[in-house]
């Protein structure tokens, strides 16, 4: 140790060279009786004695101590300290500010949502959209929610439809029956003249009381009250019905039945009413020749009727199955007997489809599941 060499000392700090426990030189403060206490080697990596943070140097003989009281230390910790703490309330304030912020972003979806649905429930308008442009987990749940109020339009729009087309059918059948009544009675008739008024009376209340009929089935098979009260074969359904058919027409009725039973459950009266509205379409439509034809395919029964008239635009064919839809035909049917044997095939599992009969025409593939 060089005793000439000088030391400076700032504040509650000083140096001081050992000799033992005897202070050879000292400068600063003096040396805590403590640090002094502390043997030789122990302030090698330093330490906090007696509120003195001090290290030393060491040789054989001497060893050199530089202390420092921790008060310095423990008050700008307390300076630092208080500094974050004042720097923390803006932050935080921040912070707190932009979460609010982004949360009202993110969860905006959800009070539109919120919006159009009691705007919707107080107007009945169901036209609004959220139409959001996002691909997260709101932008898919808006996306649905958009889609489920398009389907639910739609299927409104189709129920007022509906109610008009019946409204109009059920006054117009009733307002030809009072006019031909009135034109009847408004001025003396012979016998025969009275008895075709009555026959045209007759035949349209017939027509009408079918139309009634019909509405009541598609209303109960709506309603999802139809079941499968039996087990019967496709083949028989057939059979009875083209033999129906055939006695109502002239044209050439060919009937292919499969080879073995097609059994499936439902209601025969049912799923005659849906093959006779199809075989009615097919012989109004047909020119000379009508075909039945029943197969098995899988674990389903096919039945295909096809005709060889001028066949249903390709334009038309995604529209026949709509209540009331008559297109471009002229038919003077209600508009609702494609759509009751559409209706009542999917009551039972099954479909109707329709597509280009290799006759022609048209053909109408029924369809129902078989059943062991």
């Known amino acids: 140790m060089r005793q000439g060499h000088s ?10 060279v050992l000799r033992g426990r005897r202070i050879v030189m000292a400068s ?26 001090a290290v030393e140097l060491a040789d054989a003989q001497n060893r050199a101590v530089a202390f420092a009281s921790d008060a310095m230390l423990v008050g700008e910790a307390e300076r630092i300290r208080g500094g974050f703490l004042l720097a923390s309330v803006p932050v935080l304030g921040l912070s707190a500010l932009a979460g609010w912020l982004l949360a009202r972003r993110s969860l905006r979806p959800v009070d539109e949502m919120t919006r159009l649905a009691s705007s919707i429930a107080a107007s009945g308008d169901m036209r609004g959209r ?17 889609a489920m109020l398009a389907r639910l339009e739609a299927s409104f729009e189709r129920e007022r439809g509906f109610i008009g087309d019946v409204s109009h059918e059920l006054r117009s059948a009733i307002g030809a029956m009072t006019a031909i009544a009135e034109v009847t009675l408004g001025q003396q008739r012979d016998v025969a003249e009275y008895r075709t008024a009555l026959e045209s009376v007759v035949r349209r209340g017939k027509g009408l009381g079918r139309v009634i009929d019909d509405l009541l089935l598609l209303a109960r098979a709506d ?18 019905v083209a033999a129906e058919a055939q006695r109502a027409t002239s044209l050439l009725l060919d009937v292919q039945l499969a080879d073995d039973p097609l059994v499936v459950a439902a209601t025969g009266e049912l799923i005659a009413r849906a093959l006779d509205n199809l075989v009615a379409n097919a012989v109004h439509h047909g020119r000379a020749r009508l075909s039945l034809t029943t197969v098995r395919s899988g674990g389903t029964a096919v039945v295909s009727v096809d005709d060889d008239g001028p066949g249903i635009p390709a334009g038309e064919r995604s529209e026949v199955f709509r209540r009331f839809y008559r297109g471009t035909s002229r038919y003077e049917g209600s508009g609702i007997g494609l759509a009751l044997s559409a209706t009542l095939a999917r009551a039972y599992g099954g479909e109707v489809t329709v597509g280009e009969s290799p006759l022609g025409g048209a053909r109408f593939v029924l369809t129902f599941p078989l059943v062991p």
């Open 28 to 53: 600063g403060v003096p040396l805590p009786r403590d640090v002094v206490m502390m043997p030789a080697g122990s302030l090698a990596h330093g330490a906090t004695v007696g509120g003195y943070r």
């Open 7 to 16: 030391v400076s000392a700032v504040g509650d700090s000083g140096v001081a």
């Open 130 to 146: 959220l139409a959001l442009r996002s691909e997260d987990e709101l932008g898919r749940l808006a996306a649905t929610f958009d």
């Open 223 to 240: 309603a999802g009250v139809l079941r499968a009260t039996e087990r019967v074969d496709v083949n028989d359904i057939v059979t009875a």
